[in-house]
């Protein structure tokens, strides 16, 4: 029994992949399932100690979720994410409803629909421990479905709408996409010509959308759609939730891409698709202003998913070069290396500051549009420096599937393009600063 | 059956935490540590709300001896399905010197106080290996043990409990009331779920303290010395087979 009477402190001395007993090596297999899995680049950092921690934004009650949401990853995702990459598709349904049933896909939703009935803060203490799923793909997935289809729909929908919709993607039990960008049109929104026309009690929608994250598998989209063909563009539109089952919908393609590969990104054409005019979230014309509204906590989900990623990569990339040798010292001791981590991991907090500030500015009420922009700005550059300056202390190892980095250099690459780009976003600030011919509007 | 059951819950630090000896080399390091459940004791609340759920259980006490923060550990117990909660406050200094001896002492009162049926622990708490409570508390009761339970059925007006023993497995039939420890494989705990972790803030937790239940906690063991494992010794190469089998004789392997 002497193996056995101290196996809990030997399980913990030991280094980690250094089994002792077959007893150590399942009952680390079982434990650890996840925690530690097989990553090479970054390990995931500790938890946080629920019982003290509180952060600006998050009180003690954030960090509970985020630890239920962590508990999660490490079980349910994180073993998973290598065969989902290479199938190029993880499987929504599944890992949704186990993030449904916990609670945590409708943190900021009314409780008369699943939510939690908490505020937009408890979304973003969830969105940043995303940021410990080993790939981009993944966590974009779940940002569509808590917060990209579904803020207008949760606030302008009917009641019926969401019994019907809005419930079960809270639980999990459906996947939901939001279809805004075309072909012809991504950053220009106002110009996308998917449109619909009243018939009986029907809108009849024709036309086609790019890009949609969870498009594959999704049960519905939230379609951004012309329905008032006489007003100008940008008071012409509207949102309507059509099943993906409807007769007509096609999802011509799953597009294949150089990262965020667990994610599917389809291509979808609308045939005359039948759908009853209930389906229209909110008011008719107004699906332009409400994706604008919208906007604003896709980008604040954004970049609250950014950070803990940067934080793992720097800290992997601190780690690595502290073992890697070259030239009789460790490659960390070089203060081109250090200075620039060091820098980098300023830049994250700096990042993280203003993503708590816009957020705790829009959790009272105000319009954050402008550092909400900024927030996702800096967060999709702030990214791509990051993974670019850590692959290159890698050295050839960072250009290797081997590694996390690799993956992560090519998932963050999205953030600069998607849910708006870093162009789209200098626009809008500048709007907002009154430095742009297009002045903004005041409110 | 509408059994009344006392789990045990320790609060100890995280399986994942890679500990460190603390400079006076009494114990680990546990400040700013992440803690969380004793993983065998998730296990015995999960198996408690899985005998409530097939209605074998009526109603589920969950005990933690601790510091303060052993609260938390309770209320990850509300959270998971236990009715109510029973914390035996012990300052943190002494709960480091805190015994098996003492904590089956406690949790022995309290299943007398509060009428319990059965008492399921983990087989061990994973910070000290001590591997006793369990056994203690059926002494103190005189109480049919089942201990490193893989399996706990209903039979015979009693239970039937599979343990894992060196090389298999064994069946024996306990009377009630009884004690069961926990084995690894007896069932894979659930999460508390948002919604149940928000219910479980509204939950009792009865305060109490060692004294309260008459119980002495004066230490009767003392800690020596806590020390790292030695670390492994480097490897070698080697250049071919022949090599190695020259390298394994020197060494006495073969
Ligand atoms: C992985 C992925 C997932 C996506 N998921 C979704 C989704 O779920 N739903 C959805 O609706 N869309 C989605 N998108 C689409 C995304 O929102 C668009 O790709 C993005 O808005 C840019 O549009 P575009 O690709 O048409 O680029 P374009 O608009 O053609 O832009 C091309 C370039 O021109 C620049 N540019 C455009 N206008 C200006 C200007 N006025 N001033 C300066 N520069 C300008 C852009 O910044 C960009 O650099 C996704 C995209 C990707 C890559």
Redesign the interface.
């Known amino acids: 029994m002497q193996s056995?009477?101290?196996?809990?402190?030997?399980?913990?001395?030991?280094?980690q992949k250094?089994p002792v007993s077959s007893w150590t090596t399942?009952?680390a297999r079982?434990?650890?399932a996840g925690?530690?899995t097989a990553s090479t680049a970054a390990q995931p950092s500790?938890?946080?100690?629920?019982?003290e921690k509180t952060d600006v934004i998050f009180t003690n009650q954030h960090f509970?979720?985020r630890n239920?949401a962590r508990?999660?990853i490490d079980s349910e995702i994180n073993p998973h994410v290598d065969k989902w990459e290479a199938e190029g598709q993880f499987p929504g349904h599944a890992v949704f409803k186990k993030f449904g049933?916990?609670?945590?896909l409708g943190?900021n939703r009314d409780e008369a629909y699943g939510g939690?009935g908490l505020d937009f803060s408890y979304n973003i203490a969830f969105a940043e421990e995303l940021g410990y799923i080993d790939a981009g793909g993944v966590v974009s997935a779940f940002g569509v479905q808590t917060d990209m289809a579904t803020p207008a729909f949760a606030k302008y929908g009917s009641h019926e709408l969401k019994k019907q919709y809005l419930e079960p993607a809270i639980r999990g039990e459906m996947v939901a996409c939001v279809g805004v960008s075309e072909v012809e049109a991504g950053s220009d929104v106002a110009n996308t010509k998917t449109h619909a026309v009243r018939k009986g009690g029907d809108f009849i929608i024709n036309g086609h959308k790019m890009w949609i994250t969870n498009g594959a598998q999704a049960d519905w989209i939230c379609l951004v759609c012309n329905t008032e063909a006489d007003k100008p563009k940008h008071l012409s539109k509207s949102h309507i939730l059509v099943p993906m089952k409807s007769p007509g919908v096609t999802v011509a393609k799953k597009i294949s891409k150089m990262g965020n590969r667990s994610s599917d990104t389809a291509q979808i054409f609308f045939e005359d698709v039948k759908v009853p005019q209930t389906n229209l979230i909110g008011e008719a014309g107004m699906g332009f202003i409400y994706q604008m509204e919208q906007f604003q906590e896709e980008r604040l989900w954004c970049a609250a998913s950014a950070l803990i990623g940067m934080d793992r990569i720097i800290k992997s990339t601190a780690e690595y070069c502290a073992e890697r040798k070259a030239f009789g010292s460790a490659v960390l001791n070089n203060q081109i290396i250090y200075f620039t981590l060091a820098e980098l991991q300023t830049e994250v907090e700096a990042l993280r500051a203003l993503t708590y500030r816009a957020v705790a500015n829009y959790t009272q009420g105000d319009d954050v549009t402008l550092l909400a922009s900024m927030c996702k700005l800096k967060a999709g550059r702030l990214a791509r420096i990051v993974a670019d300056k850590c692959l290159q202390f890698w050295g050839g190892m960072g250009y290797s599937e081997e590694v996390l980095i690799s993956r992560y250099f090519r998932d963050t690459r999205c953030l600069s393009i998607a849910g708006g780009t870093d162009e789209i976003m200098l626009h809008i600030i500048a709007k907002y600063m009154g430095i742009s011919p297009e002045k903004a509007k005041k409110k | 059956m509408s059994l009344r059951v006392l789990v045990g819950v320790k609060r100890v630090?995280?399986?994942?935490?890679?500990?460190r000896v603390r400079p006076d080399h009494k114990w680990v390091v546990t400040d700013?540590?992440?803690?969380s459940m004793n993983?065998f004791d998730e296990i015995a609340v999960e198996e408690a709300v899985r005998l409530k759920e097939k209605k074998i259980v009526s109603e589920i006490v969950a005990v933690s001896c601790g510091p303060p923060?052993s609260q938390?550990t309770l209320r990850t117990a509300l959270a998971m399905g236990a009715d109510k909660a029973i914390h035996v406050e012990v300052p943190a200094k002494d709960a480091e010197l805190l015994s098996p001896i003492h904590v089956a002492g406690i949790i022995a009162k309290i299943a007398k106080d509060e009428k319990i049926d059965l008492v399921i622990l983990g087989k061990?708490?994973?910070?000290?290996?001590s591997?006793q409570t369990g056994q203690m508390v059926a002494g103190l009761l005189n109480w049919p043990q089942a201990t490193f339970a893989s399996e706990i059925v209903q039979a015979d007006g009693g239970l039937k409990v599979t343990r894992e023993i060196d090389g298999g497995l064994e069946v024996i039939q306990v009377k009630l009331p009884a004690v069961i420890t926990t084995d690894?494989r007896l069932n894979q705990p659930r999460?508390?779920?948002?919604?149940n972790?928000?219910k479980a803030k509204k939950k009792p937790i009865d305060k109490k303290s060692p004294a309260d239940l008459g119980v002495d906690t004066k230490p009767r063991l003392e800690v020596v010395s806590v020390d790292?494992?030695p670390v492994?010794q480097a490897g070698a190469k080697v250049a071919n087979v022949e090599e190695l089998v020259q390298k394994l004789k020197e060494a006495g392997r073969i």
């Open positions: 056995v009477a101290c196996r809990g402190l030997i399980r913990r001395f030991l280094p250094e399942s009952t079982l434990f650890l925690a530690r500790k938890q946080v100690d629920v019982e509970e979720i239920l508990k999660l049933e916990a609670g945590l943190l939690m | 630090v995280d399986y994942a935490v890679k500990v700013g540590v992440k803690h993983p923060q938390e061990q708490a994973i910070d000290d290996d591997n690894l999460y508390a779920t948002l919604p972790i928000m790292e494992p492994r």
